[in-house]
């Protein structure tokens, strides 16, 4: 084998390792721009949500966190009949059937589903009967 053969290979790696990055960094672009995330933070015993319309047939993950000191629940009938993925402390439970999901003092959780249903979505803490809010979903046609 030739010195300069050597070169061309070396050449050609570099080629397909730049390649491989490229559909890599927009594949990771791609699902980031998929996926619509929802923030909803609990303090003072209350639901505190940053909230754009969300769009129908979009993955969507809602972030739940407790910043509280007292145990909080997050469950909404949203979920009901969806498959849902809810993640906490690394721990993932998966169904159709899940209602949300209990927060211990300054816990997360993240729940991650596929919403098939326009119009407003309460969510209540079980715990507490006043605390509530809302998820507003619009179909894509009418963003
Ligand atoms: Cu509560």
């Not at 699902?31 to 003072?44: R, Y």
């Not at 969806?82 to 003092?105: A, C, F, M, N, S």
Request: glycine share 8%; with cysteine.
């Amino acid at each position: 084998m030739t010195l300069r053969r050597t070169r061309v290979q070396w050449r050609r790696l570099g080629v397909v390792l730049i390649t491989a990055c490229l559909v890599w960094m927009s594949g990771t672009a791609l699902m980031g721009q998929s996926e619509q995330v929802v923030d909803v933070t609990i303090k003072d015993f209350r639901f505190v949500t940053k909230q754009s319309p969300l769009r129908l047939g979009l993955p969507t993950v809602i972030i739940v966190r407790n910043e509280d000191a007292e145990r909080h629940d997050f469950s909404s009938t949203m979920f009901e009949g969806i498959p849902t993925q809810i993640e906490k402390d690394g721990v993932i439970v998966y169904g159709r059937g899940l209602g949300g999901v209990y927060l211990d003092p300054k816990q997360s959780a993240t729940i991650r589903f596929d919403m098939t249903r326009p119009g407003r979505h309460v969510f209540r803490c079980s715990i507490h009967p006043t605390m509530s809010g809302e998820l507003l979903l619009l179909s894509a046609e009418a963003v």
